[in-house]
């Protein structure tokens, strides 16, 4: 079905969906971006990368109504609950000195599959 004819709802929702999976990639950027800061520059910016995880941590969620809302395709929504639970992970790495060396390769993880959940955003978007 084209996206013209589409309810106004599923059309708003797809392009919620949109928005927060773009957002997501781009806070997972900058999450890494701070973190590089820190180790290159200046090890206050740690402080700044422990914040930033706080307010783009439940995105995923949000994607998952959204999700749903708009009538993505079923495996859309267990993406973003994937996406929740790396960046749940992600503190145990964070503070568990043994898995310490996991925390890289998952935020690596985290910018492919929320590449894919955004592109497959736009795929899904003209879609029913």
Same mark, same amino acid.
């Given at each position: ?13 797809? @392009?919620?969906? #949109?928005?927060?999976?773009? +957002? ?5 950027? *900058?999450?890494?971006? !701070? &973190?590089?800061? %820190? ?22 969620? @949000?994607?998952? #109504?959204?999700?749903?809302? +708009? ?5 859309? *929504?267990?993406?973003? !609950? &994937?996406?929740? %639970? ?25 910018? #492919? ?14 879609? !029913?």
């Amino acid at each position: 079905m084209e996206n013209s004819k589409l309810s106004g709802r599923v059309r708003t929702s797809r @392009l919620t969906f #949109i928005i927060l999976a773009w +957002g997501l990639v781009a806070c997972i950027v *900058a999450q890494t971006l !701070l &973190a590089g800061m %820190a180790l290159f520059n200046d090890p206050k910016h740690w402080s700044h990368h422990v914040i930033f995880v706080h307010i783009f941590e439940f995105i995923p969620l @949000l994607m998952i #109504i959204f999700a749903f809302a +708009g009538r993505l395709p079923k495996g859309t *929504a267990w993406l973003c !609950l &994937a996406l929740f %639970a790396l960046i749940y992970v992600q503190y145990f790495t964070a503070n568990l000195r043994a898995a310490g060396a996991l925390h890289p390769v998952m935020a690596l993880a985290l910018i #492919i599959l929320s590449l894919h959940v955004a592109k497959r955003a736009h795929v899904s978007y003209g879609k !029913l």
